[in-house]
């Protein structure tokens, strides 16, 4: 939550765009610092640091999906992003547990982290609204 504080600043001085690759850029690097043993002082500044990144996207995607959606066609953009969620909450922890099974907790943090890298770099050819 304390990611949402200022984040209306942020996409009004930064734009929404190099905020929300940021801020994914910010939690797999947050995520991938974890990979390593750290002594706790610098788990709890990685974690933080993951968090404030993770916690801006919900929102950010949300706008961004409203801003770029036709008017008459939100609402099913909105649908669709929400029923990719729900088949992410079921598959996502499926996949992650198989995933664990061979590899530990370091290797489900190493392949959120690749997946939340590889999510920002395809932010970065986002819809550009002309004009």
């Known amino acids: 939550m ?7 600043r942020l996409v009004a001085a930064l734009g929404r765009r190099v905020v929300l690759v940021g801020t994914v850029a910010l939690a797999a690097a947050g995520l991938a610092l974890l990979l390593p043993p750290l002594p706790f002082a610098v788990l709890l500044v ?15 995607t949300m706008s ?14 909105m649908s669709l992003r929400l029923t990719g969620n729900r088949l992410g909450q079921v598959l996502i922890p499926s996949a992650a547990g198989a995933l664990a099974a061979g590899t530990g907790a370091a290797g489900v943090l190493a392949c959120t982290a690749a997946g939340l890298a590889g999510a920002a770099v ?3 050819r986002l819809h550009r609204r002309s004009g």
């Open 122 to 124: 395809a932010a970065t």
């Open 2 to 8: 304390a990611s949402r504080l200022l984040l209306g």
């Open 64 to 77: 961004f999906l409203a801003e770029v959606a036709p008017p008459g066609l939100r609402g099913r953009a």
């Open 46 to 60: 990685v974690v933080a640091v993951a968090g404030l990144g993770l916690g801006a996207g919900q929102p950010l």
